[in-house]
């Protein structure tokens, strides 16, 4: 999901620029095409992290670039890069560093909308995340509510980083 250089008290922050929903209304079958940008609000480390280690190989420190680490996920999403803006959900879910030279990560995140406009909906984002790469793309595979039967992708770069703090874009 992210790459850590150097420190591992500092999180890559990504930017997800553009999701594009193609999903099922349930009283018609015509797709819709929503574009959104949210951001998502990163934490590291500190007793606020909202991205933490929680496996790895036992003679080894877990970062993000240490092949078999697992973190767990449960991060804020708001409308704008200020962590104070307005709520709009929570990505949770989990990602793991599972290339051998640290480069890549699976990542399983399900982005559960709590906002007026998506609320109860959720998608469901799962596939191989380049960690280092400029713009990367991961695989929309589910979702549910108004993203009922979705299936599409979502892109992201790096956004930003304020010492331990780091912000996303969708």
Same mark, same amino acid.
């Given at each position: 999901m992210a790459a850590l250089a150097g420190s591992s008290s500092f999180f890559l922050a990504l930017l997800f620029l553009v999701a594009i929903s193609a999903s099922s209304a349930e009283t018609q079958q015509q797709l819709t095409e929503i574009k959104m940008s949210l951001y998502f609000q990163d934490v590291s480390s500190g007793p606020n992290a909202t991205t933490i280690p929680v496996a790895g190989i036992a003679t080894k420190h877990w970062t993000f670039t240490q092949f078999g680490t697992i973190f767990i996920t449960d991060e804020p999403i708001t409308e704008t890069p200020d962590p104070?803006?307005?709520?709009?959900?929570?990505? /949770?879910?989990?990602?793991?560093t599972t290339g051998l030279d640290g480069l890549n990560a699976h990542v399983?995140?399900?982005?559960?909308?709590?906002?007026?406009?998506?609320?109860?909906?959720?998608? /469901?984002? /799962?596939?191989?995340?380049k960690q280092f790469e400029g713009v990367r793309e991961v695989s929309i595979v589910s979702g549910t509510g108004l993203f009922r039967c979705n299936i599409s992708v979502l892109y992201y770069s790096q956004c930003g980083l304020q010492s331990q703090f780091s912000f996303h874009q969708i």
């Open positions: 104070n803006s307005a709520p709009v959900g929570r990505a /949770q879910g989990l990602f793991a399983m995140v399900s982005i559960v909308f709590t906002n007026e406009a998506y609320g109860g909906s959720t998608l /469901q984002i /799962q596939g191989a995340s």
